[in-house]
């Protein structure tokens, strides 16, 4: 069964990471600007079918999502498992994780796994249930990162947790009433972060796992933040630190 992505990004995004599944593009009839005339002349040099078709055709195909002139057809990838994991975590001496807890939207699927990118995160880590799937919509968010990002879907968090403890990985969840604030919580080594879902936050099981709790410290009247630009936030705050490390 064949998925779809949309956009000119998201498209040029999967040329360069993963031509092999590629399987046929569909480009709105008559459209020539400078960012589609390249990646079509790509598309062509690796022997991947172009299609050029009227507007109601692609926004039939598109149901709904904005596709910028151009939709591929792609092969899906091979889920990522516990033992996809274990392979990427024996080739690091200080790994940094990603573990999402409950976030079903796609966007924020995309957006996380775009920051993770920039991050240097070395795999993004969500449980097989309640948790968004890898979708058109995440694909065009994440601009290529869903394509470079190991994102690991296990049976059960709370165990796949805990086996990371067992290698002296240190898990840090982030609640809005932590006593501890991020930037007063020492975050280099070998470290898991957990975002929960916006809203209700990480689940009881999980909290429970966690080796630490911190919070983002917040001065205006929101009370939280969108979990993508949270992510975003303590992420990098892990890279400083490890940097000025």
């Known amino acids: ?3 779809q992505i949309y956009g ?24 020539e600007d400078k960012r589609l005339t390249p990646l079509l002349t790509a598309l062509q040099r690796y022997g991947i079918a172009v299609q050029q078709v009227n507007r109601q055709t692609l926004d039939n195909k598109a149901q709904g999502e904005v596709h910028q002139g151009i939709i591929a057809r792609i092969m899906p990838a091979k889920e990522l498992n516990e033992n996809d994991l274990d392979t990427i975590l024996a ?8 573990i999402l807890d409950g976030v079903t939207d796609p966007h924020n699927l995309g957006a996380c796994l775009r920051t993770a990118d920039a991050a240097g ?5 969500v ?17 290529g990162a869903a394509e470079t990002m190991p ?28 006593s501890e604030n991020l930037y007063q919580t020492k975050l280099n080594g070998a470290i898991a972060l957990v975002m929960g879902a916006e809203g209700e936050g990480m689940r009881r099981l999980t909290r429970e796992h966690c080796d630490q709790l911190v919070s983002i410290p917040m001065a205006g009247s929101v009370s ?12 990098f705050e892990i890279v400083r630190q490890r940097t000025a490390s």
């Open 224 to 235: 939280s933040l969108n979990v993508s630009v949270a992510t975003g936030v303590c992420l």
């Open 151 to 178: 994102l690991i879907r296990v049976t059960n968090l709370a165990r796949t947790m805990r086996e990371l403890q067992a290698r002296q990985i240190w898990i840090v969840g982030t609640a809005g009433e932590a």
């Open 91 to 98: 080739a690091k001496s200080a790994p940094l994780l990603l």
């Open 1 to 3: 069964m064949s998925e």
């Open 127 to 143: 449980p097989k249930d309640k948790s968004a799937q890898l979708t058109a919509t995440a694909r065009k968010v994440a601009c």
């Open 121 to 125: 995160v070395d795999a993004v880590i």
């Open 8 to 31: 000119i990004h998201a498209v040029k995004a999967f040329l360069d990471n993963a031509p092999e599944r590629l399987i046929e593009v569909f480009v709105l009839k008559g459209r």
